[in-house]
Structures are given as structure tokens and as C-alpha cells.
């Protein structure tokens, strides 16, 4: 559905899509793509603790809003760089009992 607006035809239908942002010492800066969903705006962040995903909202960076904030925390354990990832199979994954002989 479309909505006509000052002779316009607008789309009801927000185009969101999502960036990976970090900081610097200089500002913040952003992997420059425009991701179509959290999850994949998500390969792009680098785990250091100083990245995050914002969303863009039609040309407009907002913070995620809470449906979106839930996608993040779930595919947090499905990252390649993610420590439940590895517990749950990688090749880096160390039992309790073997750390601790």
C-alpha cells in the first residue's frame, strides 16, 4: 500500500536497515554497509567491547529499538568470535575439568 503525500507516492513500509558502528579515540565510525537485518550488520562488528549496531530508518540512525535489541542478544551465541559459540562445539572450546588440571 502506498500513501500519496504532497503529489508524492511514499511506501507505509519503513526501509530499515542496520550498520555496525565502533569508536575511535577520534569519534564513531561505521563499516560503511547497510545491513538488511541485525544478524548480518553483526559480522561486521568487531568484538572489542567499542562496537555497536544502530539502525537506519530511513536515512535516519536511531538506537535498536527492543524487538531489535532481542535479535542482537540472540545471535550473539550463533557469532563465529562468540565464546558460547565455541563452548557449544568450535575447536576452542575447553572443558571445566581439563582447565583446571
Known amino acids: 500500500m502506498c500513501i500519496i503525500r504532497d503529489g508524492f507516492m511514499a511506501s507505509n513500509i519503513s526501509e530499515i536497515k542496520y550498520v555496525a558502528c565502533f569508536t575511535a579515540s577520534d569519534g564513531v565510525y561505521s563499516c560503511g554497509h547497510l545491513h538488511p537485518s541485525v544478524r548480518e550488520a553483526m559480522n561486521c562488528l ?3 567491547g567499542g ?3 544502530r539502525a537506519n530508518d530511513a536515512g535516519i540512525y ?6 531489535e535489541f532481542i535479535d542482537f542478544l540472540e545471535s550473539l551465541e550463533k557469532m563465529p568470535w562468540s565464546w558460547r559459540s565455541k563452548a557449544q562445539g568450535g575447536a576452542a572450546a575447553v572443558t571445566a575439568t581439563a582447565s583446571a588440571e
Open 62 to 67: 536511531r538506537s535498536l529499538t527492543n524487538p
Open 51 to 53: 562496537s555497536f549496531i
Open 46 to 48: 568487531v568484538p572489542d
